[in-house]
Every structure is written in C-alpha cells, then in structure tokens.
C-alpha cells in the first residue's frame, strides 16, 4: 500500500488529507515539531505514524531523522504546513522573515532533498500547498508571500529536475480555506471571521487526492482552487 509522509497533518487540509488516506488505506506518516505534538497526532489519526521534526529549524532535520526510524517506502511527500506572520515591510524584522521563510520554504526543501531517494525508487510524487499569495502579493503579506513565490520556484524547478526519475511535482493553490490559519489572518487584519465564507479542507484535500490519484500518463502540474460561494 502506498506510504505518505505529511506535514501539517494536525488541522486544516493536512488533517483532511491524513483522515482521508489512512481512512482508504493507505500509510500515513506524519510530522510533528516536537514529542509532545507526535503524541497528540497520533490520538488524532489512529494508525498513523509519527516522525519529531521541527520545521522552524531546518538545518536540524537530517540530525533528527538520523535518531528516528524513517520509512522504507515513500510514495508520496505531501507539504501541507504553513505558518503566517502579515505586517508591512517597513515593520516587519528579520525574525518575522525567518519564522515564514524556514517553515514555508527552506524546510520543504530540506525535506524534499532528504526523501528524494525514496521517492525516485517508487516514481512518487512531491505536492507542495501553496496559497494565492505564492501567484500575487498584496500589503501586509510581503513575507509570507516572499515565502510562497519561493515555494512555487522550488516546486518548478524540482519539476524539471526530476521528470526523467519519474517523480511528478504539483501545486495546490488554495484560496482562503476555514482552518486556524485563517482564523489568525482575519485577527491580524482586524475582521471578522466567518468560516461559512471560505473553502472547506474537505475540498481542498479533495483536490489533492485527486493529483495523486490521477493515472501515470498525467501528472497535474499547477491547481488553483478559489472559494465558489
């Protein structure tokens, strides 16, 4: 049965997703930042596994899995977590860049490289979310949109590095879905949070199962997914 390795599988999408699969079948591992959280993910999704890796510290991940039991297969790497920090240019610091940059886009990297090898093995697939703010930057969301333009880089050039090993790489660019995140973003924009308003990660995992699931003569590149209602 196919493996999948998920960050961000403690709510939002990355939970829809690790529910969905372990729920057909499939393997789950999933990531957590500390022992704590792999314990409390792993109440949430009864079957998975759990692998201690700080996104927030990416030059720490090849040192914390040199001390864990890694999967043996890899079908699927799945980067489903996220973190957001809005402020203005003028206001934001250095630490503000570094909390969105490391999580958002160096430690997918990190973890891309680190999996790879697998991944070539079993032709498997990288599926980054990304957001609308990885196609259009707007005020306030320089940084983390800086963090997503550069996830749609990495998600590009990998594309082209990989095709002849048989790996295929997509992008998931949701727009503004019900999860804890969004519920952050309208506090620091001073609104009102209405989560009927936005997409259900129900939807969006749906999507992404999709892309995965899509027959080996296709492969589902760039997915834009807007609220409908």
């Known amino acids: 049965m196919p493996t999948h390795v998920i960050t961000g599988a403690g709510s939002g999408i990355g939970a829809a997703v690790a529910r969905r699969l372990l729920e057909r079948g499939d393997e789950a591992v999933l990531l957590a930042r500390d022992a704590a959280r792999a314990k409390e993910l792993a109440e949430l999704h009864p079957g998975a596994r759990t692998l201690v890796a700080d996104l927030g510290n990416p030059d720490r ?3 914390a899995f040199s001390h864990q039991t890694m999967p043996e297969r890899v079908d699927s790497l799945l980067h489903i977590a996220g973190v957001v920090e809005l402020g ?3 206001d934001l610091t250095p630490k503000a ?8 886009l160096v430690a997918p990297a990190e973890l891309t ?12 697939h990288v599926l980054f979310v990304n957001s609308g703010a990885g196609l ?5 969301w320089g940084a983390y949109a800086a963090s997503k333009h550069g996830l749609k880089a990495l998600a590009d050039s990998l594309r ?6 048989g790996v295929r790489v997509t992008s998931v660019y949701p727009g503004r879905t019900t999860t804890p995140m969004q519920a952050k973003v309208h506090q620091q924009e001073g ?3 209405d989560p009927s308003r936005w997409i259900d990660p129900e939807s969006v995992a749906t ?17 834009t997914v807007r609220p409908g209602r």
Not at 160 to 165: K, L, P, R, S, V
Not at 207 to 223: F, G, K, Q, S
Request: net charge negative; no cysteine.
């Open 207 to 223: 999507t992404i199962l999709m892309a995965l699931d899509l027959p080996r003569d296709a492969e589902v590149n760039d997915l």
């Open 191 to 193: 609104k009102e949070y």
């Open 88 to 90: 203005a240019i003028a």
């Open 97 to 104: 860049w570094h909390f969105q940059l490391n999580a958002n």
């Open 160 to 165: 082209h590095e990989e095709h002849a090993n």
């Open 61 to 63: 991940l090849s040192w």
């Open 136 to 140: 259009a930057a707007h005020a306030e």
């Open 113 to 124: 490289r680190l999996f790879l090898p697998q991944l070539r093995v079993v032709r498997g």
